[in-house]
């Protein structure tokens, strides 16, 4: 029976300039586990929200073609009537958390039912099990979430409806490591308890290969690839044109051009391959110049009495790209809001060229340091991109011809001149991020601190933005990306800073950093595969006379 | 749960029979108090109605330091209407102190403006700082006592439809949602360059009217996606949840708690007619 | 089969929610206002109210949502930590439900469909201060007149006529150069709906904090002070910040379909 009939589905965002789906055409059997995957504003989401009847019912916009989800016309049928049947969980946790416990989260889905309070109860306990919280987080409030636990708390409110057909839009993506394994060990235990259709968009090759049936690969609106994950991986260069980045293993053995084998055979030819695996490992490595900001003995803790910083020293040089690592709670965020001079430390010290971080004004220091967000919407203060890029340098009392300079400057070197009008709002999360970054470089700064660009983007938007951050840093400049992407910190990082309860754990080149198995278990980081066969390789080179 | 004062400035109430009560007790004691400041109209009624309020206060557990931040508050308001009684106008009475600060001689007259002190205008001053401290008492009493979950499900058992009470829970999220926001927005400006405290105030007045456009940002950003994740929950906002999950009878004690408050607005209100 | 669909106009979740947090966002400025600008004496009221920039330019959007975000965030602000009863607080936030709602009715009565862009700059930096200034001037020769000049008659006849003067000559400049700054029908109405809004507050807000309520928490002698504090507030806020988020904002509300043509939805 098919659970999903979409036919020739086109929809366009009222003020938007095109359509964001161009004639989708997709079929779900029931019980089929179908992921869906592309690149950032490929629609899957818009896809999303069409099969669940919000469009076109609740967002304005032009529809074309038909979908059906469960035999109702998503045109004829209420929303509120296909949520009966149809349960979605969204990517970012803090958002789908409406009610003040995680008692009342969940009751919340199940009281439109008219069950007794005894059938309430049962299920919530039923679903919270399933995800694998106890009892005791019932009463639990919001902020008492982290954020793993709160996408449980929903996919739990999701299941505890027992849907027939359950989706989740990209349930890992705004996760810490942590919180993605408990999140993909709900999905597994969820996928063995109930007996559900499920559409699954996501990112991670890894997982899609792990759970799915069926892969659709959504590019510019459209289908453009669909069959079981290994046969869409192994057409590694198509898939990749489309930002379906394939598993590592399956990458790398074409890279090597090796038939796909499994992990255990790729590291066993390491040992045998490694002086063929020189083009395979060959990372940057900048020395570094000029020291622009050092930390001495660095202590910093809330008011709280938390205690984030524990004695923290370390360089940032010009010409180096650093990736600062590790779990959440570990202390990255609040050392680069030290080493930026927003947060003061309780003890040690913090020089920026040479000076203590206490001798600059806010003014001089921010055009040393730039600080971009995580959210760039934080820090988009103003009506149009040109006034975004200037409002810095309007403090800082550039005008007139100097002014347009500067800001034409970094709107062509972020590729956004053609936006120069647009309102900050209507750009996409990618065009947002590159504009916060923009609005920073134009200030010049010395060293330039990232907070997670990457978390909740694709690949490929990941990778672009690496690139950039590797020019910057060649160009001169001091970056620092705080990041959980350890593919991305081996690709383009000079350094990998590991951070661990408030201390720097290991700070080297990344392919030293991850050869470390105790470096890599404390820190939390997940060791790509390139870098164990790379590792493996460098070790037989040594041992070579 | 924790009570509305809380989550505003993180003070906890200690354990006490009062908090106890069935949620609707909590609400309705300190609305029959206030239907009081009503029936209070002379000092002594209006004493006895401040003790009143003082003595539940400290019955329910509500630490002391709570109302210790009000001082301030309290003082700047009996200063502010002992001034409205002696600056703005003249109560008849005994003249205690007098002092003449400007006299004009109009077309039609002498307007003088004094600062005069009569007995009467003592008294009045106490009476009206009396009655906002027993205002202050009596709504410290409410959000020291009322939690969010306490008013969401009082709303869930009038039969409210979901806009109302899935709203009125988004009503505190929504102020954790600001305060972190905020908070960011704010550092994100230093982080460009702004410096707050070396700003004279028109420019830091304007500054934050630049705070306040990615604050509304993502106001509208963060409304479209709850709406979104709500609409596909199956709740419109018509739907009417049951109150029922929730719902615990009345104990022995919050009848007898409501009998004695009801009793005292009936004898307040019978000080009024008859007094 | 192909078929165009678009959505009904309705009050969806979109509307809740923007309007709960926005309420939410207001009463934090509000208790921040208060704290920060307070008028001395009189609770909950604030010498800058920034909190009406907030509910004022939602009413604009989205008409009685806007008005009833301001009277919920004014109502809980009179309990904490203005530390008024819930009955005084009920009556008295209508002040601020009075506020959104009287520019709102004139975008709406008017048929005026907002569009807040500048085409002029200084035009746009110029008219609010000249507005307020103005407006205030005016106001507190009335309020001479009023207490003193209409029983004692000169000087204070005089102090009234040469601010009524100087305060319409201000005014009217703000009020002109206010029109050129775009869309005159926008602009027009955007300060008929400041002025109205403030006075129309002022009026309620001062009157049930001093005169009418049960019972007015402060005395009667108070009204004109309280008055005139929360008059020129507002005007400055309104003028000033309002204005900015106007300028900024509308265009966001539009594309996205948040703007409410209507009263709900």
Redesign the interface.
């Known amino acids: 029976m098919r659970v999903v009939e979409v ?2 589905l086109k929809w366009r965002y ?2 938007s300039r095109a359509p964001v789906l161009k004639g989708v055409d997709l079929e779900v059997e029931k019980g089929e586990f179908l992921a869906v995957t592309g690149p950032s504003g490929a629609g899957k989401t818009t896809l999303v929200l069409a099969l669940t009847g919000v469009i ?11 979908v059906r989800v469960l035999g109702m016309s998503t ?1 004829e049928v209420d929303v509120a009537e296909i949520a009966k049947k149809v349960a979605v969980v969204f990517e970012d946790p803090e958002i789908q958390f409406v009610m003040s416990t995680v008692e009342d989260e969940i009751a919340l889905s199940l009281e439109v039912r008219g069950l007794s309070r005894e059938e309430i109860r049962e299920k919530i306990l039923w679903a919270l099990e399933l995800v694998g919280l106890g009892e005791e987080f019932l009463e639990r409030q919001p902020h008492q979430l982290s954020g793993g636990e709160k996408q449980r708390v929903a996919i739990a409110a999701a299941v505890a409806r027992e849907p027939e057909l359950l989706i989740l839009d990209e349930p890992t993506s705004d996760l810490d490591p942590q919180g993605k394994e408990e999140v993909v060990e709900a999905i597994e235990s969820v996928r063995d308890s109930l007996n559900a259709t499920v559409i699954m968009v996501e990112h991670e090759p890894e997982l899609i290969e792990r759970f799915a049936d069926r892969l659709v690969v959504l590019d510019d609106g459209v289908v453009v690839m669909e069959g079981a994950p290994q046969e869409v991986y192994s057409r590694v260069e198509e898939a990749r044109r489309h930002a379906a980045y394939p598993p590592e293993d399956i990458e790398l053995a074409v890279q090597l051009g090796l038939k796909p084998p499994a992990r255990r055979e790729l590291l066993e030819l390491a040992a045998l391959l490694s002086s063929s695996l020189d083009g395979l490992c060959a990372f940057p490595r900048s020395g570094g110049g000029e020291v622009v900001v050092s930390a001495r003995d660095v202590w910093y803790a809330y008011p709280g009495g938390v205690e984030a910083l524990r004695g923290v020293s370390l360089e940032l040089r010009r010409g180096e790209l650093a990736a600062l690592m590790g779990p959440n709670g570990s202390g990255k965020t609040t050392l680069a809001k030290v080493l930026a001079g927003l947060l003061k430390s309780s003890r040690g010290e913090v020089r920026v060229m040479g000076r203590p971080v206490a001798e600059y004004s806010r003014l001089e220091l921010s055009s040393l340091v730039g600080y971009v967000y995580q959210n760039p919407q934080h820090q988009l203060f ?2 149009s991109v040109f006034e975004e890029v200037a409002f810095g340098l309007k403090l800082r009392g550039v005008k007139g011809e100097e002014l347009e300079r500067r800001v034409g400057e970094a709107l062509r070197f972020f590729k956004l001149e053609e936006l120069r009008d647009e ?1 900050p ?2 750009l996409s999360k990618g065009e947002k991020r590159r504009l916060a970054l923009a609005s920073v470089y134009a200030l010049r700064s010395e060293l330039l601190i990232v907070d997670e660009p990457t978390t909740g983007q694709d690949r490929r938007f990941g990778e672009q933005l690496m690139e950039i951050l590797r020019q910057l840093a060649d160009s001169g400049k001091s970056v620092l990306v705080i990041t959980h992407s350890v593919d991305l910190a081996l690709k383009y990082a000079d350094r990998l800073i590991a951070m661990s309860r408030g201390r720097v754990i290991a700070d080297a080149h990344p392919l030293d950093v991850l050869s470390d198995a105790g470096v890599v278990r404390e820190a939390k980081l997940k060791r790509p595969l390139k870098a164990e066969i790379c590792a493996i390789a460098q070790r037989q080179r040594r041992a070579q006379p | 749960m924790p009570t ?2 809380e989550e ?1 400035v993180g003070a906890r109430v200690g354990g006490s029979p009062y908090l106890r009560l069935h949620s609707v007790t909590r609400i309705i004691v ?2 029959l108090l ?2 009081n ?2 029936f209070a109209k002379d000092l002594l009624s209006v004493a006895a109605l401040c003790s009143l309020s003082f003595a539940v206060l400290l019955l329910s557990g509500v630490p002391l330091r709570v109302v210790r931040g ?1 001082l301030a ?1 309290i003082a ?6 002992a ?3 002696m600056l ?2 003249k109560v008849p009475g005994r003249v205690l102190w007098e002092l003449q600060l400007l006299r ?1 001689q ?4 002498v ?1 003088e403006w004094s600062i005069v002190v009569t007995d009467a205008s003592l008294l ?1 001053t106490l009476y ?1 700082s009396l ?2 401290l027993s ?2 008492f ?3 009493l ?2 020291a006592t009322v939690g969010d979950r306490d008013m969401l499900w009082g709303l869930r058992r009038l039969g409210l439809p979901a ?1 109302i009470t899935v ?2 829970s ?6 954790g ?3 972190s926001d ?1 908070a960011v927005v704010k550092e994100a400006m230093e982080a460009r360059g702004v410096d707050f405290e070396r700003t004279g105030l028109a420019k830091r ?2 500054l ?2 630049n705070a ?2 990615p ?3 993502l ?2 950003t ?3 996606e ?3 994740a ?2 596909t929950r199956g709740i ?2 018509g739907t009417r949840l049951s109150g029922s999950y929730h719902s615990t009878p009345l104990s022995r004690g919050d009848y007898l708690v409501l009998a004695a408050i009801c009793i005292v607005t009936l004898a307040f209100a019978g000080w009024f007619m008859c007094g | ?8 106009k309705r ?4 509307h ?10 207001s ?2 400025l509000a208790v921040v206002s208060s704290l920060i600008f ?1 008028v ?4 909950g009221v604030s010498a ?1 109210y ?1 909190a009406a ?2 509910y004022v330019p939602l009413g604009i959007w989205m008409g009685m949502w806007g008005a009833l975000a301001g009277y ?1 965030s004014c109502f809980f602000l009179g ?10 607080s009920f009556i008295w936030s209508w002040a601020d439900f009075i506020e959104a709602l009287a520019p709102a009715a004139i975008f709406r009565l008017f048929k005026v469909d907002p569009d807040f862009s500048v085409r002029r700059g200084w035009a746009a930096k110029a008219f609010p201060p000249l507005i307020a200034l103005g407006s205030i001037i005016l106001l507190l020769g009335v309020v001479v007149q009023v207490l ?1 000049g209409a ?7 005089t102090i009234y006529v040469y601010s009524v003067y100087t305060g319409l000559a201000l005014a009217l400049i703000g009020v002109l150069l206010g029109l050129m700054v775009g869309h005159r029908k926008t602009w027009a109405a955007h300060i008929a709906g400041v002025i109205l809004a403030s006075l129309l507050s002022g009026i309620w807000g001062a009157g049930t904090l001093t005169l009418w309520n ?2 007015p ?3 009667a ?2 009204f ?2 309280v008055f005139t504090g929360w008059v020129a507030g507002d005007l400055i806020v309104l003028s ?2 309002s204005t ?2 106007l ?3 509308t ?3 539009k ?4 703007y409410v043509e209507g009263w709900w939805a």
Not at chain 3, 11 to 14: E, G, H, R
């Open positions: 036919r020739g009222r003020g076109p019912q609740r967002l304005p916009g032009e529809m074309e073609g038909e045109l103003c009506q309102h709002f209507f | 509305l004062l505003f300190p609305f206030s239907l400041v009503l009000y508050l700047s308001v009996t200063i502010f209407i001034l409205a009684f703005f106008t004009v109009a077309e039609r007259g307007w009045r009206f009655r906002i205002m202050i009596i709504a410290t409410f959000i806009g709203g009125a988004l009503f505190f999220r929504g102020i949602f600001f305060l905020f007045f304007m934050y009217v306040l456009i604050l509304l940002s106001l509208v963060r409304s479209f709850i709406s979104t709500l609409e419109s906002p | 089969m192909t078929e165009k669909a678009k959505a009904r009050v969806t979740w979109a809740i929610v923007t309007f709960v947090l926005a309420t939410a966002i009463y934090v307070p001395l004496g009189a609770p800058l920034v920039a907030i919920i309990l904490w930590p203005s530390g008024y009863t819930l009955i005084q003193w029983t004692l008659g000169e000087p204070f006849t049960l019972p928490p402060l005395p002698e108070l004109w002070p000033v910040i900015a988020l300028v900024a904002l265009p966001v509300f594309r996205t379909g948040l």
